[in-house]
Each structure stands twice: as C-alpha cells, then as structure tokens.
C-alpha cells in the first residue's frame, strides 16, 4: 500500500518538477563581433570572423542567413530589402557556408566568410546582415526559434563624399549629487557612405580648468540616416565649482574636418551645501546665544605717567 502511495504522488509531482526544470534551464545564444566594418577596393577580398556562442543548457541547431539592408531616411534605423533580380549587392558577395549545425551547451564556434568585390563595383557603401538563427534541428531542415544578427558595412575606395553635421547637443542644465551626467547630440550623415564620427568631450570648470575627457566613438551613421549619440560622464565627486562648460569636438568629414557645441551645466553639492548649511547656522545660533546672555566690558587702563602730570 506504501509503494502504491508513493507512485501515486510522484505522478502528482512529476509535472512541476519538469514544469520547474523548464524554467530554471537556461537559454542563451550570442555572436562577436555584432558590427563589422570594412573597406576593400574593387576587385579585392577579405576574410573575417564571426564568433557563435551557445550560453544556454541545451544543444541548438543554427542556420545561416545573409540579407541586405538600406538605410531609414532622416533616422537611425534601416530596412531590410529582397533581394532583387538582376542586381548584385553584398548579398551576392559574402561567401559563407550556410549549411545548418549544432553546437552543443557552452560551445562556441568561430564561422569564417569572404567578402570578395567585383572590379566593376561603384565606389560607396553597401550594406548586410549575417544572421544566425536558432531552433530546434532536424536533419537539414530548422524550427526556427530566434535570431540574431552581425552588421556588415562594407566601403569601396574612390569618388564618394564623407561628411556630416552635428546639431542640438544637450544635457542636464543643474545637477545636485554624484552621478554620472548624460550629453546627447544629433549626427546627420549628409554623404553618400556610411560614417563612424569620432571626437572628445571636455568638460571644464569656471575657472577654465579640465576636469574631465571623455571619448566619442563606436556608432556607425548611415547615408541620409540621422542619429542620436549618447555620451556619458562617470562622475563620481562633488561639483563645487557651480558652473560647468562641456565642449565638444567631432570629426565630420573624411579629411579630418571637426565640428564643435557648446552646452553648460550649473552644479550645487546637496550634501556638503546641507551640511555646511547646518553648521553656519549652529555658529550664528552660538554667536546670538552668548550676546544674548553675556555682557563684556571694555576697561582702558590709563597710563600712570599721565595720572601723575595730571595731579601736578
């Protein structure tokens, strides 16, 4: 009767522990680099790398896909394209073995492409996106659950225009604590190729000295695109000089060409200025306490000598 007991509540049991064990598995599917930016000149090729990681705690089957995308006019983002009949487009030059494989719990696996450019290409840009998608595989075939993709973006030497303009940089106008402080600007790409704009952001104090540099880099701009760049200051102290200036300077051209804004910051330390509140304010409560309840005289002593003449 005891072990009839005991099946009977493992069958009852049996559905949350593989309910539970289902939601504790862990999942996860990475790729490196997820941008990839490259200039070869017509008729030329390049090899690079990819790296796919399976973090999760089951085996997935991953299939290739390759697809060409352009850029959103007056916006940061990009639409993705069919391929056309006729045309050939970066699609058509990343060889790449597309063939679907496994890749077991915690694997990782380096996938090698080509990017070979015809002798006839124009000068400009061109853009893709590798994708790798995951699922569940059967023979050759994918259930495809998710995917992720790594950019390609692809220049080709000759007459193309590079440039750009930097426009509405803003921040916090008052800060009151230690905090990091946020700086936005506007990047429009006015060129015919992508562009990755790079500068510095200089942070000074009233009286003109540095107080910090901060680097700008790492986000790619596409023709026509508008972008929103971020870029932090990870400061950690008080700001007691009241008034801050933030410079910056970004290259928007190929030639080296930088453009430069202006914003400020005005900056109270709530903590010091409450405190030292709290003390100047115990100090004149002090000073108003002992004239209050105490009263000092002045005696001049007169000088003897005089004493006498005067008796005299």
């Not at 399976?54 to 990009?78: H, L, R, T």
């Not at 200025?273 to 000073?287: G, M, W």
């Not at 000088?303 to 003449?309: A, L, M, R």
């Amino acid at each position: 009767m005891n072990n009839k007991v005991k099946y009977i509540f493992f069958l009852l049991l049996s559905p949350i522990l593989f309910w539970a064990f289902s939601v504790n598995a862990k999942q996860g599917f990475t790729i490196f680099p997820a941008k990839i930016s490259l200039t070869i000149d017509k008729g030329g090729e390049q090899k690079q790398f990819i790296k796919v990681t399976n973090a999760g705690d089951s085996a997935v089957g991953v299939k290739i896909e390759v697809q060409d995308f352009v850029p959103a006019a007056g916006a940061s983002g990009f639409n993705f394209v069919a391929k056309a009949p006729g045309i050939t487009s970066l699609v058509d030059w990343i060889e790449i073995d597309r063939r679907v494989f496994n890749l077991k719990p915690n694997e990782s696996r380096d996938i090698p492409f080509t990017v070979k450019v015809p002798s006839d290409a124009s000068p400009g840009s061109r853009f893709a996106v590798v994708f790798f998608a995951t699922g569940s595989s059967g023979g050759s075939q994918l259930n495809v659950s998710a995917r992720v993709g790594a950019l390609v973006f692809l220049t080709i030497p000759g007459d193309f225009k590079q440039s750009g303009e930097i426009s509405n940089f803003r921040s916090p106008k008052f800060t009151y604590k230690k905090e990091a402080i946020k700086f936005d600007f506007d990047f429009t790409n006015t060129g015919t190729v992508f562009f990755e704009p790079k500068g510095l952001l200089t942070v000074t104090n009233i009286f003109g000295r540095k107080i910090a540099e901060v680097p700008v880099e790492g986000y790619v701009v596409l023709p026509t695109g508008m972008r929103t760049i971020s870029v932090d200051w990870r400061n950690d102290k008080w700001l007691y000089a009241l008034f801050y200036k933030a410079h910056l300077a970004i290259t928007v051209t190929g030639k080296g060409d930088i453009a430069t804004a202006d914003t400020f910051i005005f900056a109270v330390p709530l903590v010091p200025s409450v405190f030292a509140l709290i003390i100047l304010t115990i100090l004149i409560f002090i000073t108003w306490y002992i004239k209050r309840n105490f009263k000092f005289a002045i005696v001049k002593k007169e000088n003897t000598e005089n004493k006498n003449i005067d008796t005299q």
